[in-house]
């Protein structure tokens, strides 16, 4: 028997005081202990929030490796899926399909260009190769089979 799992996220609270000396309700900037309005927004506590979240970063990559040799399928692929998505090589977001025969030459070049991005070498069809097979196993269109 399954029993449902409950967990409670904690909500970083902003944990500067007000005039009544009541915490803060507001939620804290993230990366941060103050909401917006105690100082969370100014520039200066952006630039340490940030160097705050980068000093993470090996930590989290470490947790993902580890992730990765999970037993549990679905846990591996969803870290694949994260190192994968963070390096650049995110899955299609929308995927267009083009009937046999018709060509689409934005599309041709959104792709050639993606692939120039990933260092991949375009070789260019020729004019008029488009649909045409080697002779070579092919019935004859005139003569066929009887």
Known sequence: MKYPVTVEVPVNRCHATTREGAQCARQAEH?????KVHG???????VAARRRIAQLIPAALETLQHALKDPSGHVRVRAAAD????AGLKAAEEHVVVPAGQTNEALDD???EALRRRSVTVVPREA???GQADS?????SEGGRP
């Open 31 to 35: 990366g941060q202990n103050v909401c």
């Open 40 to 46: 969370g927004a100014t520039p200066e506590a952006r």
């Open 83 to 86: 190192i994968l998505d963070r």
């Open 110 to 112: 959104a792709i050639a």
């Open 128 to 130: 008029g190769s488009e």
């Open 136 to 140: 070579e196993g092919q019935a004859d």
